[in-house]
C-alpha cells in the first residue's frame, strides 16, 4: 500500500466516524496542556491548545534545552504556533496541522572551547497523527509525524503527547 492509499485510507475512516458521531455531543473541553517528546521542539516542548471548534484548534508551545554533543553543545530556545483540524469521532481523532517553529540556537565546542555561532529562525512545521481527546475533557494522547520544513529541505520528526483537557 503505497503512501497516499494510506493516508486515503485514514482519512475516510476517521470521516466515517465523524459521520457516525455527529450525535457526540457539545464540545465541553476548549483547553488542553500537554507535553511532547520529539516534535517540532526536537527533545521536548511543553504546549497550550485552545479548540476554537470542535474541529479547529489553535497550539503554542516552548522548549528550552542544552545539549551536549561529543564534541560540542547546542542550546535551543523555540516555539512552535499551530492550527490543527481535527477529524473523527467522540474520542478519536485524524489530526492534521501545520504552524511555524520561532527561535534561536547556539552552540560551542566542548574541547579547546570557541563557538560555534548563533543564530535566529523561523521554519515551518506540521503535523499528521493520531489524537485521542474527549470532548468533555480528561486525558490527551497524541502521536504523529511531526516534519520541520525549510528552503534547505525536510527535516523528519515524529512526535508523542500526554496531557490533560478541561
Not at 27 to 53: C, D, F, T, W
Amino acid at each position: 500500500m503505497t503512501f497516499r492509499a494510506t493516508i486515503l485510507l485514514i482519512v475516510t475512516v476517521c470521516l466515517s466516524e465523524t459521520v457516525h458521531s455527529q450525535q457526540a455531543g457539545v464540545l465541553n473541553a476548549h483547553n488542553a496542556v500537554y507535553i511532547e517528546l520529539g516534535g517540532p521542539g526536537m527533545l521536548y516542548s511543553v504546549n497550550y491548545e485552545y479548540r476554537i471548534v470542535r474541529q479547529f484548534s489553535l497550539r503554542a508551545g516552548f522548549t528550552i534545552w542544552k545539549f551536549p554533543f561529543l564534541i560540542a553543545s547546542v542550546d535551543m530556545m523555540a516555539a512552535p504556533v499551530m492550527i490543527n483540524l481535527l477529524l473523527g469521532g467522540r474520542h478519536a481523532n485524524l489530526e492534521i496541522g501545520i504552524g511555524l517553529l520561532a527561535g534561536r540556537a547556539a552552540g560551542e565546542w566542548l574541547i579547546g572551547g570557541g563557538s560555534l555561532g548563533e543564530t535566529t529562525f523561523v521554519v515551518g512545521t506540521g503535523t499528521i497523527g493520531y489524537r485521542h481527546q474527549s470532548i468533555d475533557g480528561g486525558f490527551v494522547f497524541r502521536i504523529g509525524f511531526t516534519p520541520v520544513f525549510s528552503s534547505d529541505g525536510l527535516l523528519p520528526a515524529f512526535g508523542l503527547s500526554m496531557g490533560h483537557s478541561f
